[in-house]
C-alpha cells in the first residue's frame, strides 16, 4: 500500500491536517460502511482539494462548502437511477461488491471505492468515464491509485497534460 508520505512527496505538504475522527463517524453511520484508512488518512492530511487541476476529493466535514457526504449522497442518487445503472460494473451502495463514490473529475470521471465482498478481501478502485459508458477496475487501494496518478500513469485519469510541471493541489472554495 502507498503511503501517506509517497503522496507528499509528489503532491506537496498537506495543510489541513484534520484529527477529528465524529465527520468520517457520522458518514460511515449513515452509510453504514468504513472506509479504509489509507484514504481517510489522506482526505484528512489533505481536506477538501483540486488536484491538478483535474480531481476532486472531498473532506466529510459538513461546515465545508464541499464536504464528502454531500457528494456521496448526491453521486448515489445519480448512479442509482435506472439510466445510470448499465454504466458500472455493480451497483452503487455500501454493501459487499457494491461501489461507493468517493472522488470526481473535471473531465467528467467519478471514482469508486469497491467495498470488499469479506472484511480480509481488500478495497479496489473502480474509474467511470462519464461520457462513455467505460469503466475500469483498479485492483490496488486508494492510495496506491492515487500515487499512480500523481506520477502520470494512466489509471483513466491522466494527468500529464494538466500537471506538466508536475502534481499540485489547491483547496476548493
Known amino acids: ?10 503532491l506537496g505538504e498537506p495543510r489541513f491536517n484534520w484529527s477529528d475522527p465524529a465527520p468520517w463517524i457520522e458518514l460511515e453511520q449513515e452509510l453504514g460502511i468504513g472506509f479504509p484508512a489509507d484514504f481517510r488518512e489522506i482526505v484528512d492530511a489533505y481536506g477538501s482539494i ?9 473532506h466529510p466535514a459538513s461546515h465545508l462548502l464541499h464536504d464528502l457526504g454531500t457528494m456521496i449522497r448526491r453521486d448515489l442518487d445519480l448512479w442509482r437511477d435506472e439510466d445510470m ?3 458500472l460494473p455493480s451497483p452503487v451502495g455500501a454493501n459487499p461488491g457494491e461501489l461507493v463514490p468517493v472522488a470526481t473529475a473535471t473531465t467528467g470521471e467519478t471514482v469508486f471505492l469497491c ?3 469479506t472484511p480480509s478481501s481488500p478495497w479496489r478502485v473502480v474509474v ?4 462513455s459508458p467505460a ?3 483498479y485492483e490496488m487501494t486508494f492510495s ?18 494538466l500537471a506538466s510541471d508536475g502534481p499540485f493541489w489547491e483547496f476548493l472554495p
Do not use: H
Open 1 to 10: 500500500m502507498a503511503t501517506l508520505s509517497e503522496i507528499q512527496t509528489l
Open 50 to 58: 483540486e488536484i491538478n487541476g483535474q480531481l476532486y476529493l472531498k
Open 85 to 87: 445503472v448499465e454504466f
Open 115 to 117: 467495498v470488499p465482498d
Open 128 to 131: 467511470q468515464e462519464f461520457d
Open 135 to 137: 469503466w475500469t477496475l
Open 144 to 161: 496506491e491509485w492515487l500515487l499512480a496518478y500523481l506520477k502520470g500513469r494512466d489509471v483513466t485519469l491522466c494527468s500529464r497534460n
